[in-house]
């Protein structure tokens, strides 16, 4: 089983639609992250968690909310899509401490039309 | 904060031709220094780090890379390329403690000719 899981895997949804986007891991890290990926830009943080009651603005959360619910699971929410949130979503996983490595989760395509 | 550069947004390459990736980085210290690939559909798998310590870092799938903290640079190379390592590679920077904020470039593509 993959440790780090995305659902769901693609979605298309019209504008203005709240959609929420999860990950799960089974890694038992404290630290996650979600990712938008466009052509070009590589990936761009949204928001971190250092623990469940520690969320942290990345470099682009305007127009995004998160949620984490435990330590496995951590939620994102476009509370009204807009076109140009069409992307790839991933979500990430890391330790604690000095230890900076991301483990990465499959991703989620979303469009939004 | 730190930021990273791929010159190259795509690199074609024979089988069994050499490959060197480019990437450089701004950041005010000593860096984390990753290299992530992506194969098409897939998330980023890691290739290799560094820390600190043998600037020259052994990765998985024969890769190498080094850290060369005069040029700002953390060239990723392979002596001989394979068809299968077609895919997105991707640089990143992490700052020493703090928010473990990690910043990625823009992706090289790598297009492997028979």
């Known amino acids: 089983d993959a440790d780090v899981t995305q659902t769901p895997r693609n979605r298309i949804t019209k504008t203005g639609k709240r959609i929420m986007l999860e990950c799960s891991q089974t890694?038992?890290?404290?630290?996650m992250y979600w990712y938008r990926q466009d052509p070009g830009l590589g990936l761009r943080l949204i928001y971190y968690?250092?623990?469940?009651?520690?969320?942290n603005k990345g470099e682009i959360s305007d127009g995004y909310s998160v949620s984490r619910q435990a330590q496995a699971k951590f939620s994102l929410s476009l509370e009204s899509a807009i076109p140009n949130q069409t992307a790839l979503y991933f979500c990430?996983?890391?330790?604690?401490?000095?230890?900076?490595?991301?483990?990465f989760g499959p991703g989620t395509r979303l469009t939004v039309l | 904060a730190q930021s990273v550069t791929q010159p190259d947004i795509h690199i074609t390459v024979s089988e069994g031709a050499s490959l060197e990736l480019r990437c450089n980085y701004s950041?005010?210290?000593?860096?984390?220094l990753f290299w992530y690939v992506q194969s098409p559909g897939q998330g980023l798998q890691l290739l290799l780090k560094?820390?600190?310590?043998?600037?020259l870092v052994q990765g998985i799938k024969g890769f190498e890379a080094e850290f060369k903290r005069s040029q700002s640079s953390f060239n990723l190379r392979k002596p001989s390329v394979h068809w299968s390592d077609a895919a997105g590679y991707f640089c990143?920077?992490?700052?020493?403690?703090?928010?473990?904020?990690?910043?990625f470039g823009a992706g090289t593509r790598l297009t492997v000719k028979p």
């Open positions: 990430a996983t890391s330790r604690g401490g000095q230890n900076n490595e991301q483990f």
């Open positions: 890694k038992g890290h404290d630290r």
């Open positions: 968690s250092f623990d469940v009651k520690d969320i």
């Open positions: 950041y005010g210290a000593t860096p984390y």
């Open positions: 560094y820390f600190s310590g043998d600037t």
């Open positions: 990143a920077v992490g700052a020493k403690g703090g928010n473990n904020d990690m910043r």
